[in-house]
T-cell receptor, first 114, second 112 residues
């Protein structure tokens, strides 16, 4: 069964550093997403990406964050100048043409900011 | 404000027993409702998805119901197994967006 692959599974970074979280969506999917889950809280939407541009973003997704699809297969989330409160699980997801079906999540990257 | 509420927050049952989890939502305009299973430290895995016109959907031992009038859904798990221990999350999507709105989940523990 097709999977969304995320790397690394765990990233530790110092406060103020930049991190890039990587995702390989399912190959024939067209919509890509990032969500995050702070420990003990619910999963929250960050951003959706379609046709090489951001289609929707939440208020969490401020100038500290950016996304990119650099080579047609990878989908990345960059967090600049990380803060302690950025510590969370970050999930990448992708979905098919309509966005309704095939909405598949990766296993996540646990980001720890120290 | 679009919200998804779930109950109970946690549930303990014995292996082989059935259980029912509840979800209430205020998302509008409603597009679809999904139930996901999330193991600790893992990504959510889809169990069922229902649109406005569907009021029940099964996936093996999982059966979801939807009442779009009262904006309620339930997930019934039959003959529970130890591997069912996980968080079960109700997720709703509005009609004008692809983003998913997650509930806080029900933490289910199945004991032998």
């Amino acid at each position: 069964e097709p999977e969304v692959t995320q790397t690394p599974s765990h990233q530790v970074t110092q406060m103020g550093q930049e991190v890039i979280l990587r995702c390989v969506p399912i190959s024939n999917h067209l919509y890509f997403y990032w969500y995050r889950q702070i420990l003990g809280q619910k999963v929250e939407f960050l951003v959706s990406f379609y046709n090489n541009e951001i289609s929707e973003k939440s208020e969490i997704f401020d100038d500290q964050f950016s996304v990119e699809r650099p080579d047609g297969s990878n989908f990345t989330l960059k967090i600049r100048s990380t803060k302690l409160e950025d510590s969370a699980m970050y999930f990448c997801a992708s979905s098919g043409l309509s966005g309704l079906y095939g909405y598949t999540f990766g296993s996540g990257t646990r980001l720890t900011v120290v | 404000k679009n919200q998804v509420e779930q109950s109970p927050q946690s549930l303990i049952i014995l292996e082989g027993k059935n259980c029912t989890l509840q979800c209430n939502y205020t998302v509008s305009p409603f597009s679809n409702l999904r139930w996901y299973k999330q193991d600790t430290g893992r990504g959510p895995v889809s169990l069922t998805i229902m649109t406005f016109s569907e009021n029940t959907k099964s996936n093996g031992r999982y059966t979801a119901t939807l009442d779009a009038d009262t904006k309620q859904s339930s997930l019934h798990i039959t003959a529970s197994q130890l591997s069912d221990s996980a968080s079960y999350i109700c997720v709703v999507s509005a009609d004008n967006t692809d983003k998913l709105i997650f509930g806080t989940g029900t933490r289910l523990q199945v004991f032998p």
